[in-house]
């Protein structure tokens, strides 16, 4: 029973409390970039907690039963850059083949889950803290469940923004970086959940 308890406070304190975009500021560019409607921000958190997911159980499982027993530990970066790639460009395909409205809308920044250093990061992370693959799963399902939910949140604010009257020196990106960064002070509130 400790056990699920644990993998619960895991998740909560990776998709709320420590966020990967609002505490550790790490996928900030497709944060940004692409929030500027909900069912395109859906469309990308979606798509990063498919990548992300995958990728952490794939990278634990070559960290642990390949790299570590070789006396490769060192190569984890790059090994885990080339699995992320190749994630990346599956989702590419199967949304181009399947949901080619999303893809189109997603455009450039599909491809860019590539080098959102969140992906890496929460590989890097797992490994570090030296994770299993149950928890190395749910860290990343919870830090991209996070990276969604903070990513709709803000492209809903920012639906809500558009038409309102906003002195001209704050449109643009001087209402977006408040707003992120009002959105980080209040996902500071959840620090006392664990």
């Known amino acids: 029973m400790s056990t699920i308890k644990e993998l619960i406070l895991l998740f909560v304190g990776a998709a709320f409390v420590n966020n990967v975009v609002l505490s550790q500021f790490l996928g900030i560019c497709p944060f940004l970039g692409v929030s500027k409607k909900t069912n395109t921000a859906l469309g990308m958190g979606t798509a990063v907690i498919f990548v992300v997911t995958a990728s952490s159980a794939v990278a634990s499982l070559l960290h642990n039963y390949v790299l570590v027993p070789a006396g490769l530990a060192y190569m984890d970066t790059i090994v885990f850059i080339a699995?992320?790639?190749?994630?990346?460009?599956?989702?590419e395909m199967i949304l181009k083949k399947f949901i080619p409205a999303l893809y189109k809308a997603l455009g450039v920044y599909l491809p860019l889950i590539t080098t959102n250093c969140c992906v890496l990061g929460v590989a890097l992370i797992n490994v570090s803290k030296e994770?299993?693959?149950?928890?190395?799963?749910?860290?990343?399902?919870?830090?991209?469940?996070?990276?969604?939910?903070?990513?709709?949140?803000?492209?809903?604010?920012?639906?809500?923004?558009e038409g309102n009257e906003i002195p001209h020196t704050m449109k643009g990106s001087p209402?977006?970086?408040?707003?992120?960064?009002?959105?980080?002070?209040?996902?500071?509130?959840?620090?006392?959940?664990?």
Do not use: H, K, P
């Open 131 to 161: 994770y299993d693959l149950g928890r190395s799963v749910v860290n990343a399902f919870g830090t991209s469940a996070g990276f969604c939910v903070a990513i709709v949140l803000l492209a809903g604010v920012r639906e809500r923004i």
């Open 83 to 91: 699995v992320i790639a190749a994630l990346v460009q599956l989702v």
């Open 175 to 194: 209402i977006l970086l408040v707003t992120a960064g009002l959105m980080a002070i209040a996902f500071c509130g959840f620090a006392g959940l664990i």
